[in-house]
């Protein structure tokens, strides 16, 4: 998940509450929300929601009658999570932990994500902090590959992976992983949206190393949608 879009660019919350330090719906959450609004959503289906932040898209899901796990690192995102689930009145479970971590061998209809996916200049993934929830390592891909290699083990027989990064992060790059795990795999929706101040302290950085032009002034975000066949 990124900072990359400013608060006061994105859409409406839609009521969602988020602790300091949690990451707020913005661009890219509510990109991959209108994904979501596409798909068959079946009552007692089983969805997954990875790096869930605030729980929109958990949440969401809930109200078309599915059951709904969200998963995140933060504690605060947790509680934030569970709060966002409490005042909608919708039964998500929400646990801490590392993706699909906390329910091991567990599959599913639909698995959701926005995970960090800002390319940095800083090395690693930080541990900790609230850059944890876009930071993803200098490529941007720590995360995404790993939900790329997690995703043909957590989808049932026509299952659907929805996963939302930048196009900086290789949208090409993800299509093939997805395939090569047997998936087929797609670009569902895109968006571009200005800069936000974390891509906008990288620009010099990011022209550095061809991943923009010159002349760019907007990022663009993808949708990736995959289904088990």
């Known amino acids: 998940m990124t900072a990359a879009v400013p608060t006061s660019a994105a859409p409406r919350r839609q009521g969602v509450r988020t602790l300091p330090g949690v990451y707020a719906p913005q661009h890219d959450t509510h990109l991959l929300l209108r994904a979501l609004a596409r798909e068959t959503v079946r009552p007692g289906s ?4 990875l790096g869930t932040g605030s729980g929109l898209l958990a949440v969401a899901a809930a109200r078309r009658g599915a059951h709904v796990t969200a998963v995140d690192l933060g504690r605060r ?4 999570a569970r ?9 998500v479970t929400v646990h801490r932990g590392d993706l699909a971590g906390p ?3 567990r599959s599913y209809d639909l698995v959701l994500s926005n995970p960090p996916y800002v390319p940095s200049p800083l090395g690693p993934p930080p ?4 850059a944890r929830a876009w930071d993803a390592g200098h490529d941007g891909r720590a995360v995404v590959d790993r939900i790329c290699d997690a995703a043909p083990h957590l989808l049932r027989r026509g299952g659907v992976l929805l996963m939302v990064h ?14 090569r795990g047997g998936l087929k795999a797609e670009v569902s929706d895109t968006a571009s949206v200005p800069f936000g101040p974390v891509l ?6 990011l022209r550095g190393r061809g991943l923009l032009d010159a002349h760019t002034d907007e990022e663009k975000l993808v949708v990736i949608r995959a289904e088990q066949l």
């Open 127 to 130: 541990r900790r902090g609230s």
């Open 83 to 91: 709060l966002n689930a409490l005042l909608a009145r919708q039964r």
């Open 77 to 80: 995102a947790v509680i934030t």
């Open 166 to 179: 930048s196009a900086l992060t290789g949208t090409e790059a993800t299509l093939r992983h997805l395939s």
């Open 46 to 49: 089983h969805v997954i929601d």
């Open 103 to 105: 329910v091991p061998g």
């Open 200 to 205: 906008l302290s990288r620009l010099p950085w």
